[in-house]
T-cell receptor, first 112, second 113 residues
């Protein structure tokens, strides 16, 4: 079946530190890959996505590259801010279905 | 700007009550979803709908039902609320395939006493 595995949290960083949140997946077929972010008290919102191998999604200084050979979609940011404190979810979706498969989420806290 | 709205941000209900959570989207999406989110368990899909009057069970449908009479509206029903249904409930919508972005509402935090 399809699954998404994220690095365990919580992750705590100081402002301006480099961020990596690991995400690996298992899927039948050729999935699209997503990163969603959930700020405190809110619903999820799309952060970035990639629809095929070697695509790089980027938004708000975050980046992730779709690596088919390692079945990974790691989220990176060069310099985090306090406002990036949130829960981050990796997810995959297939053309053959309607639903997304989500990872368990990684809580990120950035301290000033 | 795309929008998914949920009828309440916070609800407090008593055990045994029938509870309705409503979700409305304005993007003409075919798909709509209900999730619950609990600490340490991530997002779990309760039900989804791919068309008016059509529904499919997700991973944890027990104790819930849904209704979709109009394309823009998707209701989650707790037939007889129990304390273990205390949770955050998130609604989402998307176009047809799983490769499309899902757009989420702000969530309803339900407390069952």
């Amino acid at each position: 079946g399809n699954s998404v595995t994220q690095m365990e949290g919580p992750v705590t960083l100081s402002e301006e530190a480099f961020l990596t949140i690991n995400c690996t997946y298992t899927a039948t077929g050729y999935p699209s890959l997503f990163w969603y972010v959930q700020y405190p008290g809110e619903g999820l919102q799309l952060l970035l996505k990639a629809t095929k191998a070697d695509d790089k999604g980027s938004n708000k200084g975050f980046e992730a590259t779709y690596r088919k050979e390692t079945t990974s979609f790691h989220l990176e940011k060069g310099s985090v801010q306090v406002s990036d404190s949130a829960v981050y979810f990796c997810a995959l979706g297939l053309t053959s279905g309607s639903r997304l498969t989500f990872g368990e989420g990684t809580q990120l806290t950035v301290n000033p | 700007d795309v929008k998914v709205t949920q009828s309440s941000r916070y609800l407090v209900k008593r055990t045994g009550e029938k509870v309705f959570l409503e979700c409305v989207q304005d993007m003409d999406h075919e798909n709509m979803f209900w999730y619950r989110q609990d600490p340490g368990l991530g997002l779990r899909l309760i039900y989804f709908s791919y068309d008016v009057k059509m529904k499919e069970k997700g991973d944890i449908p027990e104790g819930y039902s849904v209704s979709r009479e109009k394309k823009e509206r998707f209701s989650l029903i707790l037939e007889s609320a129990s304390t273990n249904q205390t949770s955050m409930y998130l609604c989402a919508s998307s176009f047809v395939t799983g490769q499309e972005t899902q757009y989420f509402g702000p969530g309803t935090r339900l407390l069952v006493l």
